[in-house]
Structure formats: C-alpha cells, structure tokens
C-alpha cells in the first residue's frame, strides 16, 4: 500500500507570493492533517480535515486555508508570503477519527521563503 | 497548560543498551490515545507505538515498549538494545476523544533528540 504523498517535496519561493502545497493520504484514510515544523516553534497544528470538512484548526493567521476533496486528497494554500513561513510542511493520513487512530506522515515539502 | 510534555532535549546513549525517553501528558477526557514517532534527519515522521487510555496492559512493539502509567499521566518510550540507526529525534503525541463523540487534533510534544554512540 502506498504511503502519503506529498508535493512537491522543495519550493523556494519570495516574499508575498502564495503557494499550495498538495498531500495524497493512503488509500482509504479519510483524515488528514496539516503541521508545520519549525527549529523555534517545533511541530505546529495547522487543520485537520475529514469528509472534505475542516474539523479542528491551529492557531494560524487567515494566510493559511486548505481543503481537501472527495478522493480526501488535500492541499493547503499560504498567501502573502513571510519570511517566518519557511518551515517544513508535514501532512498526515489517518483512518478516521478516533482516539486509536494513528496518523502517517508524509516526507514534508520544505518551504524556503527569501 | 501544555497537554505534552517532554523535558528530555536530548539523551545520549551506548550502542546496545537501553534507553527511556520520557512524556507526561495532562488531560481530562477519559478516552484518549497516546503514539510515539521518530523523525529522522530526513525529516519524514515515522510512528512507531501506540497506548489507549483503557489498555490495560503496555503497548510493545519489537524494540519498543512504552511505560503507560496512568495516575501519573506518563508514557515513556523504553527502546532496548539501541542501535545506531535509532539516533532521530523522538515525539510524543496525544489524541482526545473529545466530548459529544467528536475528537481532537493530535497535539505533540517538543520532542527529545536522542543520539546513539557505539
């Protein structure tokens, strides 16, 4: 079975501009969730989704949306890029939502805002 | 307040000893799952246990078992016989039930880096 999906796995990118990043959870996995990884801050919650609904979000400014759609793939999408957006993007599938279900991650895209 | 707790930065340890990296976490939903992962320099996330809050019995899983002490809201990770391949960084998670049959977002530890020397 495949693993999550992400891309892409490099961006640079400069101030101001947006970018969207794109997540393919394993097969069957309907949750998936958005962190962002930082040296300073560590591992970040961004949002959750599950059935194409938002279910639980960080506390990121407005800059920061995603959605995910009917095959639970997801995108998240950061506008008006900063400096301090330069992390590394982590996304997670899991089964569903319980208490048991654990989340699998994968490889990150590394944003590099100059 | 935070929800984990992990006040190990870093640890050492020697090639084939073991090892106890440790998580306090604070809650009071009565239904909640407790997860390690290792975060390699690579960068990608692995899982690697898992403990609900009703087992009664320690998750383990080969090298790994994780001391759940429930009264006192810890759930270390004990990795024996440490190998060099395990030096990553190392986190602790927790998702909640949450009331009404909804659930939480999985909240993570800062993590503790462990380095393994031969």
């Known amino acids: 079975k495949a693993g999550v999906t992400q891309t892409p796995r490099y961006l640079i990118k400069t101030r101001g501009q947006q970018v969207t990043l794109s997540c393919s959870p394993i097969s069957g996995h309907r949750s998936v969730s958005w962190y962002q990884q930082t040296p300073g801050q560590g591992l970040q919650f961004l949002f959750e989704?599950?059935?194409?609904?938002?279910?639980n979000k960080g506390n990121f400014p407005g800059r920061f949306s995603g959605r995910q759609f009917s095959n639970s793939r997801s995108e998240m999408n950061v506008s008006t890029l900063e400096l301090g957006d330069s992390a590394l993007y982590l996304c997670?599938?899991?089964?569903?939502?319980?208490?048991?279900?654990?989340?699998?991650f994968g490889p990150g895209t590394r944003l590099t805002v100059l | 307040a935070q929800k984990i707790t992990q006040t190990q930065p870093g640890m050492f340890v020697q090639e084939k000893e073991a090892v106890t990296l440790d998580c306090t976490y604070d809650?009071?939903?009565?239904?909640?799952?407790l997860f390690w992962y290792k975060q390699p320099s690579s960068g990608e996330m692995i899982f690697l246990i898992y403990?609900?809050?009703?087992?009664?019995q320690n998750a383990t899983e080969g090298r790994y078992s994780l001391n759940f002490q429930k009264a006192r809201k810890s759930a270390n990770l004990v990795i024996s016989a440490s190998q060099l391949g395990d030096s990553a960084m190392y986190f602790c998670a927790m998702r909640e039930e949450g009331s009404s049959g909804g659930y939480q977002k999985v909240t993570f530890g800062t993590g503790t880096k462990l380095q393994v020397i031969p």
């Open positions: 403990q609900g809050s009703y087992d009664q």
């Open positions: 809650t009071s939903d009565p239904s909640y799952g």
């Open positions: 989704y599950f059935s194409e609904t938002q279910r």
């Open positions: 997670a599938s899991s089964l569903g939502r319980v208490s048991y279900n654990e989340q699998f």
